[in-house]
Every structure is written in C-alpha cells, then in structure tokens.
C-alpha cells in the first residue's frame, strides 16, 4: 500500500489532510486543486470530462485497435486462456462494439446503459456519447487471474471507406481519445497480410495524439509469411506508420503469432518467442506503474487546463462591452493561432502544450465569448504550488514505497508456464546448452579445438596470452568481448590456458556469434572438468571422450 506521508510525521500532510494511498492523494489534489480550474474555464466542454473516484481506483486497462481480422478478440483469447462472454471470432467483421473485459466473481454480461450508471466502474462519462454508442459497448465480466490485475478493451474492426464511419452513429474518434486517455496501454494490431491503413485508422491514430508514450504495435500472424517476405512487410509497415504517427521516435513493434495455433512457418520461431516475451513484459509491468501512470496523466491534464484558462480569459478580454460582439468572436477566431504565440511568449508555453487549433476555433464557434470568465490568478497559482510541490512529494513516496514493496506482475493466462521447465525463454540454447547434458559440452567440438591449440606453441600444456589473443582476434569480436571470455575461460587466473580452457573460450566465442549474450560468472555445467571441484568430473569427462 502507497503511503502519502511517513509515519513519523502522524499520517498526515503540512495541510492536515490525510491520505491513506496515493490513489487516494491523486484524487484529493485533482479534486481540490485542478477541478476548480477545471469548471470556471469550461474545460470539460472543451476537452475531457471530470475524472471520478473510479478513474483513479481502476485497474490497469489495456486498449485493443485495429482493422477488422487483425486478431484483437484472438489476441485477448490467448492472454487469458479461455473464452469470455460476448466474444466473436471470425474472418468476416465480427465485433461490432467495444467490450469492455474485467475481472468478476461470475461470468456474464452487463449492457452499456447498466454500465455507465455504475460507479465503481471507470465509464460513466461515456453516457454523453448516447444510446448509439452505449448500445454497442458492453462489459463482460468472468474469472480469470489475468483480469485480477487488468482490464483489456476490445474495439470495433476498422473498415476501409466513409460508409462505416457514417453508418456507426457515434463519433468514433472521440471515443477512442477519451479511452486513449485512460488506459494505461494502446497496443495497435496489424496482419502480415492487410498493412493498409484506412482513413478511419489514421484518423483513429490521431486521437490518440499526446498519448505516445502508450502506444505499442503488433504485426499479427507473422508465421504466415517467409522470412525475406517479413522484411519487406516489416518495412511497409514502418514507412506506413510514419505517414501517420508523426513523431521522431519509432514506435516499438513486435512480431509474432498471436495464437495457440501451430505456427505455419517455423523458421522465425526464435524471434517470435523473444518477441512474444518482450511484449508479456511490457504488459506485466502495468500494474507496477499504474500509480505513476496516472500521475503522470494528471500533470498533462493540468498543463493543458491552464493553457486553455489562458486561452478562454484572454478572448473574454479581448471582446468589446457592447457593439460588434459577433465581428471580434469571428476575428478572434481566425486570429486564434496568433493568439496562441502572444500566450507562448506572455507566460512561457511550450507550444506543444496548445490544443489543435483547427479543432478549438470549430468548438469557439459556438460560444459567447462575453459570458467566458476574467483570469483568476488564484485558480491557477494553487495549481502551479501542486505541480511544483504536491506532485513532486507525491512522487518520491511512489519511488520509496515501490521500493520497499514486492513488484506486482500481471500473471495467469499465456503468462503463466512459459518461464519455468524446458519449454522457458533461451533454455538449453546458448550459454544454457548442456545444462542437462552428462558430459561436457564443449568435449564435443574439442577435437577440433584441440589442432588449433597444438598449432599456437604450448609450453608445459599451456598457451600464452598473447598467442591466445591472435587467434581469438580471428572472430573479430571486439576486444571488450574477448576480455570477458578471456576472464571466464581463464578458471584458474593464471594469465595462459590450457586445453579445456582454450576449448571453453572457442566454445564462448561460439555462443556469442551465435547472438547470445555471455554471463556475468561461468554456469557449472560448462567449468572444464579438470578444474571442477568435483572429484568424479575427471571419469565422467574420461568416459564421454571414449
């Protein structure tokens, strides 16, 4: 449990007030510093809804989107290892709505009407989408151990052309950036075979401008294509996103097959299991940094309120007291992009910080702006005084408490089992390879070691270092490589190897080329046997080279 202040200081803050976790903190200060700030500017007319208790007490929630046949319903199918109520799955567009899959005490459905009015869910502002929505947005309840610590979000499939975008009855895009502000992860799909990306995609990628830092994609059913046709879907995917994600930064992308299915074509098999894990992990971490998750939420919520009351006073400022109100709303709004470098230079913005002009002069059209409120300098320093201090103490006791409490892992489902037994990441492969084995494993290729060894002048059954050093240069691994090997093949520290050792930093050199990464200290299983401290290593490795 997070605790918002030290036991030495009586559980409470220099304001007397008490708060018992940091949830608990975030929501006091949203509701006593930011949501003043919030209601005098009209913010959420403007940008997004009041957050509630349960927006901060949710657990992690992971975001689903993609066209249709991409895998989404397939891909939650596999994270939890069994079916959940409401789900479809075809190659034909079969998620018509969003579903909502949490963790209950009984499986079933609840109909978005009933959800919404629920308050300890996190979905209760999405009532302003209307009945069009909220008749296709269920949440589907069952037990599973996965869901104990997330939430996934399954979206519609995305169609190609206007027809779909006109035919859904809601504003798509706004639905996914109010998700997209919430969840804690946006993971987009994409099939090997279907990289397009349609107008309705890219302007759903769009919402979740800001959002950046969220976003991971997956390029689904990779195994359906050979390695040199993988290249080239890879490329076309990466140059596609780039078209649409206009950030410096490349997005992360795994590959793989996201299913329980045999793979179509094994060749990739390696890379798709490191992936696969890569992924497991990002998605495990979750419910460690939810907290800083959402704090982090809350500072770029309180960034961009402030602009917008900078924003909302300086029209109410500008407009006259009695004529020609309609003529200096319209200059106004056209003006507004210069308006908001008066505001960069007047109170030190970064741009990025601004709303989307385009988007604000359409929502200014429909407001008088002599009824928009005079800056309250008040309301904006007590938000000020909690980003300088408030937040700056709330996040040294996250660091402190998540220090001294046991990290928290999504587990159950496809994250369970992979780990442990013969079946686990990089066993028996690599430095791992014969760990199993009676013999050892180097004793295989030491006939072949051994002719080069006889070639580099020993003396007394052992070679220098500098007459190791030119052959081991050979594989043209860098010199901090071959100090590494040099260090763990050189068992006995004397400065020269003899043959077991000399066959050990062949057989490292082996791995490394291989692409494993070396140990920090030498396995057992992989000491030469004249150096073990086990006095039967000798007959055993005696009786695997006859």
């Known amino acids: 449990m997070f605790s918002w202040v030290k036991q030495e200081q009586g559980g409470r803050n220099k304001d007397g007030e008490m708060y018992q976790t940091v949830t608990e903190g975030l929501q006091t200060l949203y509701t006593k510093k930011l949501l003043p700030l919030e209601e005098a500017y009209l913010f959420h007319d403007f940008h997004s809804p009041a957050l509630e208790a349960a927006d901060f007490q949710s657990k992690p929630m992971v975001l689903l989107v993609g066209q249709y046949s991409t895998g989404k319903t397939t891909f939650i199918r596999y994270l939890l290892e069994q079916d959940f109520p409401g789900m479809r799955i075809g190659p034909e567009p079969t998620t018509d709505g969003f579903i909502a899959v949490m963790h209950g005490d009984n499986e079933g459905v609840v109909p978005g009407n009933a959800l919404v009015v629920d308050p300890k869910k996190p979905f209760r502002k999405l009532n302003a989408f209307g009945n069009s929505f909220l008749n296709r947005f269920i ?55 279907k990289l397009d990306i349609s107008d309705e995609f890219s302007e759903a990628i769009r919402a979740f401008k800001g959002q950046d830092d969220k976003i991971r994609v997956v390029l689904n059913k990779a195994d359906q294509v050979d390695t ?41 098999r390696r890379l798709f299991e490191a992936e696969s894990q890569d992924l497991f992990r990002d998605i495990q971490s979750l419910p460690r940094n939810a ?26 400022k500008e407009m006259p007291s009695l004529f020609g109100r309609e003529k200096k709303k319209e200059e106004l709004i056209m003006r507004l992009p210069e308006i908001y470098t008066i505001l960069q230079r ?17 929502m200014l059209q429909h407001y008088d702006f002599s009824k928009f409120p005079s800056l309250k300098m008040k309301l904006i320093e007590s938000v000020d005084k909690m980003l300088a201090n408030k937040i700056a103490v709330l996040m040294a006791m996250i660091r402190d408490e998540e220090s001294k409490a046991p990290p928290v892992l999504v587990s159950g489902g496809a994250f369970e089992g992979s780990q442990d037994g013969p079946f686990g990441q990089g066993y028996g492969e690599g430095i791992s390879a014969g760990a199993d084995a009676e013999d050892w494993i180097v004793s295989r290729d030491k ?15 052992k070679i220098t270092g500098v007459n190791a050093k030119k052959e081991m240069m050979n594989s043209r691994l860098p010199n901090t490589v071959l100090g590494k090997i040099w260090k763990l093949a050189d068992c006995d520290k004397d400065g020269m190897l003899d043959d077991e050792e000399f066959a050990l930093a062949q057989h490292l050199i082996k791995v490394k080329l291989e692409g494993y990464e070396l140990p920090s200290e030498l396995p057992e299983h992989l000491v030469p046997p004249i150096h073990r401290k086990n006095p039967t290593a000798d007959a055993m490795y005696n009786h695997s080279e006859d």
């Open 447 to 461: 006939h072949r070691y051994d002719e080069i060894f006889y070639t580099l002048m020993p003396v007394n059954g």
């Open 291 to 316: 907290a800083l998750r959402k704090l982090n939420d809350l500072i770029k919520r309180a960034r961009l309120a402030k602009v917008h009351a900078y924003i909302i006073s300086y029209l109410k």
């Open 228 to 268: 040199q046709q993988l290249m080239r879907v890879y490329g076309a995917l990466m140059w596609s996103l780039g078209k649409v994600i206009n950030t410096p930064e490349v997005v992360r992308v795994y590959l793989g097959s996201f299913w329980a299915k045999p793979l179509q074509n094994t060749e990739n």
């Open 346 to 362: 007047e109170h030190h913005i970064s741009p990025g910080d601004f709303p989307n002009v385009a988007k604000m002069q359409d």
């Open 139 to 193: 949440c589907s309840q069952m037990p599973n151990q996965v869901l104990q610590s997330i939430s996934i979000i399954d979206t519609p499939g995305i169609l190609s052309g206007e027809k779909q975008r006109i035919s859904r009855g809601y504003d798509f895009a706004e639905v996914l950036r109010w998700f997209g502000e919430r969840v804690d992860r946006i993971i987009l799909l994409f099939d090997a075979h």
